[in-house]
Each structure stands twice: as structure tokens, then as C-alpha cells.
């Protein structure tokens, strides 16, 4: 079997509205805007990116602008929850701030951590849970959240699943998941070195209807393969395992491979490497339209089509 993956490397959702939701992860949560790219596969709309200072694998959430599409919800054989990892002293921080910034948020605890509910402009479930690893962040002290208090990074994902059993067969022999916790329809499984970044929840809910893809919705849930030797090791496996799996796809930043777990959740491998310094400096990270080659003489037609997007200043950072 090869070496687990380590962690989660990014997840990817769909927006309706860039610019709010834009404003939303910088101007509330305090991500970096890292990379403002077009979506490989439909050119005409954007894919971006937030993260840490470097979009570090574990910290980079993406987004698809597809205001084609109607709204949500989320369903089963998606993510249905996003959870962020944080300092536990920073909860009151962070309750207060989004209780002042909009977001109504609420408290409660999970699995002896204590967390922030809320949810973003395009009405997607989030979680700041106060457990916070900083080994592999890297922060962005220009940002408008004190670096002391900012979000590290993923904690885990929440899966809708209408039957658990399957995804946790799945995930545990094929994937070499261990299970960690369960509290009622509710199981956590964790991989690599089980810290946050590193877990995935079931949430079974037989009752809950089937997502589809749609704006306030999570497209996929990519996990981290050390190189390009890895990543094929587990395409290997998964297809021993009778998973229909894509050929790796190059997406610039990284390499793929895509699969279906058994609850319908869709799932990539995408290697560490090369990163989005690739194509700009890291202080300039997120500051002009990135182009795969295929579209670079599509460039000018595109930047006609695709609308201004405007990153919120970061001069004035909040002590709240």
C-alpha cells in the first residue's frame, strides 16, 4: 500500500458572486488572496484562490465563479461543512468578530474542542474549531487578522453521506484512515499524523437529499501527495480497488487525479508541488490574471469577458 496521504490539500467550492466572495475570505477571515486564474476546463469563468501567505498545501481554499448556476443547498455525496482551523484562545476573537462583521455566528463544542458556526455570503456551513497546528503554515503579517489569531489552515471536512459504512470501509481499508471518534451519525477519521488538516468527518443523515452541483456548494476535496511517484502510487491502488480514476491532469499548480468515494463525494490527489509561486513571487502572489499555456492566446478575450475583481485592502488591520 503506499504511504498515506498526509492531509487535505485544498478544498474547492462554487461561488455566485466573486467580488462578495472575495471581499468576504479576505476582508472577514483574513485569507490571502493567492491566485486568480481561469477555470481549466470552462476558460470563461474565474478559479480562486485563498490561503496562507504561500497557499500552502492544507491551507488553500479555491473557488469556482459559476453564477450560471442556481443556488445550492448542499446535499448528500458532497462536503456539506468546511471547518478552519484556530487557536482555542482565539475563539472569543473570532465570535465577536463576525458577530460584528455580519456573519452571525454561533458556539458549541465537538469532540472536546470548542468551535465557531457560520456561514459565507453564498450561505455555505463553516467552522473555526480551536485546535491549531503551526507546522507547515506560513502567515501573512500584512493581513487585516493579527497573525497570533488567524486561521492556520484546514481542521477537516464534513462529508453528507446517506449511508457511513461504505465511506468508512472505504476510507480506512483502502485509504488507510483511522477512525478517532464518533458521536452518534457523526465520524471522525483521520490520516498522516492525524493533527488538524488531516481529518474527515461522516456525517450520515439517510434523510438528506442528493447535492447537486450548485452555487454554495463544495466541487471537490483534494488530498496531498507528496510527489508525482506517490500520487501514481495511489492511482494504482485505486483502481485495484475498483475506483474509476481520471488520468493525472496538470493543473499548473499541482497534479491531479479525480475519483468518486463510495458516497459520492468527489475526491482528488494533488501533488505538493510545483506550488503558486510557479508563475509569480510570493509578494505579488494573487496580483495579475494567471493563464495556463493552452490559453495564453486567449489572454486579451478573456480579460474583456471575465469581470474586475478588486482585493481588499490590507492596511488596517482590526485588534478586536
Known sequence: ??????????????????QRNVDFYVSVLGLRFIKKTVNFDVPDTYHIYFGDRLGTPGTAL?????????????????????????PAASLDYW???????????????RFDADLVTF?????????????ASDDRWVPWPEGPVDPELAIR??????????????????????????????????????????TPSSMVELLEDPDLPRGEEAVGTVHHVAWRAADDAHELAWRDKLVEAGRQVTPVID?????????????????????????FTV???????????????????????????????VVPGTASRTER
Open 62 to 86: 479555491t473557488f469556482f465563479g459559476w453564477p450560471h448556476l442556481p443556488w445550492g443547498p448542499a446535499g448528500s455525496g458532497q462536503v456539506t461543512v468546511i471547518s478552519f482551523a484556530v
Open 1 to 18: 500500500m503506499p504511504e498515506n496521504v498526509p492531509g487535505i490539500h485544498h478544498v474547492t467550492a462554487i461561488t455566485g458572486h466573486v
Open 95 to 109: 465570535f465577536g468578530r463576525l458577530r460584528e462583521l455580519g456573519a452571525q455566528p454561533s458556539r458549541s463544542s
Open 153 to 194: 489552515g484546514f481542521h477537516s471536512v464534513g462529508l453528507g453521506v446517506s449511508d457511513a459504512e461504505t465511506s468508512r470501509r472505504f476510507l480506512r481499508e483502502t485509504m488507510g484512515f483511522q477512525e478517532v471518534a464518533r458521536e452518534g451519525r457523526r465520524t471522525r477519521l483521520a490520516t498522516g499524523d492525524g
Open 279 to 309: 508563475d509569480e513571487a510570493p509578494e505579488a502572489l494573487g496580483s495579475a490574471l494567471q493563464l495556463p499555456p493552452q490559453y495564453e492566446g486567449r489572454r486579451e478575450n478573456l480579460k474583456f469577458n471575465l469581470p474586475p475583481i
Open 119 to 131: 456561514k459565507d455570503p453564498d450561505q455555505f456551513q463553516l467552522e473555526l474549531v480551536g485546535q
Open 251 to 275: 493543473r499548473k499548480y499541482f497534479h491531479s487525479i479525480y475519483f468518486r468515494e463510495p458516497g459520492g463525494v468527489l475526491f482528488e490527489i494533488a501533488t505538493d508541488q510545483p506550488g
